[in-house]
């Protein structure tokens, strides 16, 4: 890894001492420049623009504070994880890193690597400004953690509707009985396999979805609180719906991720996929717009959130630059300008939509009135490694079938890494 950045720092500041010392400023104006490395893995496409505006309002907001941007390019962050916890366990963190907001952090809170930054939640405004929901996930041992820089919806039902007219299917379904009927008629129709669907994490999705339609947004929460039952009655029957909709599924969805399955839609191959809104941008700039969207039948005003957060490390070598940084992700301005470019909406709901999609406006008035629920999935609902187990179990059913071993997979899954928050 080369020499710690802390070290760094710290040889840094000893030579801005002795340079100070022989000249009134390092810089024109006469400003001592700090560095802050904000680590993300927004390496690309309405990532990086949201990044971009972020790094340019930070500029002007945060004088003496220099950006480092240091992305670790890659999918989902798998690859930009792996290096975040080897620099941690070196002792070389990075100030802020992104994280998705939520339970994916228990590691690193039970580790002492991150601040609490409770104090500085009131300071910017957010305990008004975002969810009561939102906060309550965002806390654990009484503390929050991270600053949500923008929302995505999980939830959500993308159809390609020339697929849809041609086999007569008109409304978006009420609930999973009448998604099944639809999808039926699709297969009548021609089309083999009407749902396209990915791989592992992509799965957990789509039964999360069901989950909540059977349990509704406070039962499903309770699977990760413990106040509802993993091996209860009303998850038989929704691995029940899930197994249904798997039928009408692709062969091949465990070797696809996300943007393959994708392909399927858009090339009148399938009629549905469940996917998170990060696809309205994917399919804008595919130049595809035949498409509409519901949210998963029977979820009724559940509104499945995740959302890419910073976190200020404890042992960050610039915690002041970081929590401007900070402030500046947390700023009604920041999120408008982020999330509009970046496809996401904001966290805070006094945040203007100005310069938004229209499907970033209307999922704006959702999240602000409907009911937020968080997604193991996306690290909102539950820790990484009960995540990668949820992963597996999906994964195993995929091909297997067995809904009681899913079930049970599921429910030791939960008796291991369960925990009050």
């Given at each position: 890894?080369?020499?710690?950045?802390?070290?760094?720092?710290?040889?840094?500041?000893?030579?801005?001492?002795?340079?100070?010392?022989?000249?009134?400023?390092?810089?024109?104006?006469?400003?001592?420049?700090?560095?802050?490395?904000?680590?993300?893995?927004?390496?690309?496409?309405?990532?990086?623009?949201?990044?971009?505006?972020?790094?340019?309002?930070?500029?002007?907001?945060?004088?003496?504070?220099?950006?480092?941007?240091?992305?670790?390019?890659?999918?989902?962050?798998?690859?930009?994880?792996?290096?975040?916890?080897?620099?941690?366990?070196?002792?070389?963190?990075?100030?802020?890193?992104?994280?998705?907001?939520?339970?994916?952090?228990?590691?690193?809170?039970?580790?002492?690597?991150?601040?609490?930054?409770?104090?500085?939640?009131?300071?910017?405004?957010?305990?008004?400004?975002?969810?009561?929901?939102?906060?309550?996930?965002?806390?654990v041992n009484g503390r929050l953690w991270s600053v949500?820089?923008?929302?995505?919806?999980?939830?959500?039902?993308?159809?390609?509707?020339?697929?849809?007219?041609?086999?007569?299917?008109?409304?978006?379904?009420?609930?999973?009985?009448?998604?099944?009927?639809?999808?039926?008629?699709?297969?009548?129709?021609?089309?083999?396999?009407?749902?396209?669907?990915?791989?592992?994490?992509?799965?957990?999705?789509?039964?999360?979805?069901?989950?909540?339609?059977?349990?509704?947004?406070?039962?499903?929460?309770?699977?990760?609180?413990?106040?509802?039952?993993?091996?209860?009655?009303?998850?038989?029957?929704?691995?029940?719906?899930?197994?249904?909709?798997?039928?009408?599924?692709?062969?091949?969805?465990?070797?696809?991720?996300?943007?393959?399955?994708?392909?399927?839609?858009?090339?009148?191959?399938?009629?549905?996929?469940?996917?998170?809104?990060?696809?309205?941008?994917?399919?804008?700039?595919?130049?595809?717009?035949?498409?509409?969207?519901?949210?998963?039948?029977?979820?009724?005003?559940?509104?499945?959130?995740?959302?890419?957060?910073?976190?200020?490390?404890?042992?960050?070598?610039?915690?002041?630059?970081?929590?401007?940084?900070?402030?500046?992700?947390?700023?009604?301005?920041?999120?408008?300008?982020?999330?509009?470019?970046?496809?996401?909406?904001?966290?805070?709901?006094?945040?203007?939509?100005?310069?938004?999609?229209?499907?970033?406006?209307?999922?704006?008035?959702?999240?602000?009135?409907?009911?937020?629920?968080?997604?193991?999935?996306?690290?909102?609902a539950c820790s990484q490694p009960w995540q990668n187990?949820?992963?597996?179990?999906?994964?195993?059913?995929?091909?297997?079938?067995?809904?009681?071993?899913?079930?049970?997979?599921?429910?030791?899954?939960?008796?291991?890494?369960?925990?009050?928050?």
């Amino acid at each position: 890894m080369g020499i710690p950045r802390r070290a760094l720092a710290a040889a840094a500041a000893a030579l801005l001492l002795l340079t100070s010392a022989c000249s009134s400023a390092d810089d024109d104006d006469g400003t001592v420049t700090s560095t802050v490395e904000v680590f993300t893995w927004w390496a690309e496409g309405g990532e990086k623009a949201g990044l971009d505006a972020l790094i340019g309002r930070f500029g002007a907001a945060c004088p003496g504070q220099s950006f480092e941007n240091g992305v670790v390019a890659g999918g989902a962050g798998v690859t930009a994880k792996q290096v975040l916890a080897t620099r941690l366990l070196q002792g070389d963190p990075p100030d802020t890193f992104q994280v998705h907001a939520g339970a994916e952090l228990l590691d690193h809170i039970d580790s002492g690597q991150v601040a609490d930054l409770s104090a500085d939640f009131g300071t910017w405004g957010l305990r008004d400004a975002l969810p009561a929901g939102l906060i309550e996930t965002l806390t654990v041992n009484g503390r929050l953690w991270s600053v949500p820089a923008g929302v995505h919806r999980a939830n959500v039902v993308w159809t390609n509707e020339r697929v849809l007219a041609d086999a007569g299917v008109r409304d978006a379904p009420h609930d999973v009985d009448e998604f099944l009927r639809d999808l039926d008629l699709l297969r009548r129709h021609g089309i083999e396999a009407p749902l396209a669907l990915g791989r592992d994490w992509t799965q957990l999705m789509l039964l999360e979805a069901v989950l909540i339609s059977e349990l509704g947004a406070d039962g499903f929460g309770g699977l990760f609180t413990g106040a509802t039952r993993w091996d209860g009655e009303p998850v038989r029957r929704a691995i029940d719906d899930y197994a249904r909709l798997l039928d009408f599924a692709n062969t091949d969805r465990n070797s696809l991720d996300w943007p393959q399955a994708e392909r399927l839609l858009v090339e009148g191959k399938a009629g549905y996929q469940l996917m998170g809104d990060w696809v309205a941008a994917d399919l804008e700039a595919k130049g595809f717009t035949g498409y509409a969207t519901f949210p998963f039948p029977g979820n009724g005003t559940a509104f499945q959130w995740l959302a890419d957060s910073f976190a200020l490390t404890s042992g960050a070598a610039n915690p002041a630059g970081a929590r401007c940084w900070l402030a500046t992700v947390a700023s009604v301005e920041g999120q408008r300008e982020f999330n509009a470019r970046k496809g996401s909406i904001p966290a805070r709901t006094d945040t203007p939509t100005t310069g938004f999609t229209a499907y970033q406006t209307g999922a704006a008035e959702d999240w602000r009135s409907g009911v937020p629920v968080p997604s193991c999935a996306h690290g909102s609902a539950c820790s990484q490694p009960w995540q990668n187990a949820a992963n597996a179990a999906v994964a195993a059913f995929s091909t297997a079938r067995d809904a009681t071993a899913l079930r049970d997979a599921l429910a030791a899954a939960a008796k291991q890494f369960i925990r009050q928050q």
